[in-house]
């Protein structure tokens, strides 16, 4: 297996993190469009009082859009570190009756243990945090395995380009992330929305 892309911020230091945070919503603008794409998707897709896990929820901004926008019964975001969910708790204040957080690393080959089924799964902007794109196969075959039947993955990440601030180790081009959907048992595979480098895809 080859090896781990090393992250340059420490997640794991909450001033690191916040700073992030602060320095993601100002240089990408355009992460509001997929906010709205995922909440469009999930009200077009999946009904009413609909089960949710997300896959490296981070500070909560789509959980926030999602729970705002959407009927949800369950919510689990998940993600490995502690100053994220410390960050999502305070975002997501009237959410959490329905909110659980799970604490876990999903290059671990036992994250979905114990996590149940969902009708949806959800993935923004962390897919390549398994620190390298020969895992993302990995990660979305577990992934399948936490969806009921007529379940759906939405799944959004950047994808490579040439340019200096995109790792082709780390980063998957599109055809690598649609080959790793098919690979993983999607077959029914839509692209809901593609700019700035990014794309959402819905699969079923």
């Known amino acids: 297996m080859p090896n781990d892309v090393p992250s340059p911020i420490d997640f794991h230091d909450a001033s690191q993190a916040r700073a992030w945070v602060e ?9 509001a469009q997929f906010f709205a794409a995922f909440v469009d998707a999930l009200n077009a897709r999946c009904g009413k009082a609909i089960s949710v896990l997300e896959l490296g929820s981070g500070p909560g901004h789509l959980a926030e859009h999602i729970l705002k ?27 959490l009756k329905i909110v659980k957080f799970a604490r876990r690393d999903f290059r671990d080959a036992n994250w979905t243990d114990g ?13 390549h945090e398994t ?9 979305l075959s577990r992934a399948k395995t936490c969806l009921t039947p007529q379940g ?22 599109t055809e690598e992330q649609l080959a ?14 593609d700019t700035n480098g990014m794309a959402l895809y819905a699969a079923k």
Do not use: W
């Open 115 to 127: 996590l149940g089924k969902f009708d949806a799964i959800v993935t923004m902007q962390s897919a």
């Open 23 to 31: 320095d993601t919503i100002a240089r990408r603008p355009y992460r």
């Open 69 to 95: 926008s959407c009927d949800v019964a369950h919510y689990v975001a998940l993600d490995f570190f502690a100053a994220m969910h410390d960050l999502a708790q305070e975002r997501l204040a009237p959410f």
């Open 131 to 139: 620190r390298h794109k020969s895992k993302l196969l990995g990660l």
């Open 180 to 193: 790793a959907l098919l690979q993983a048992g999607f077959v029914h595979i839509e692209k809901l929305l």
């Open 152 to 173: 759906v993955l939405f799944y959004s990440d950047h994808y490579y380009e040439e340019g200096p601030y995109k790792n082709p180790e780390l980063i998957a081009t």
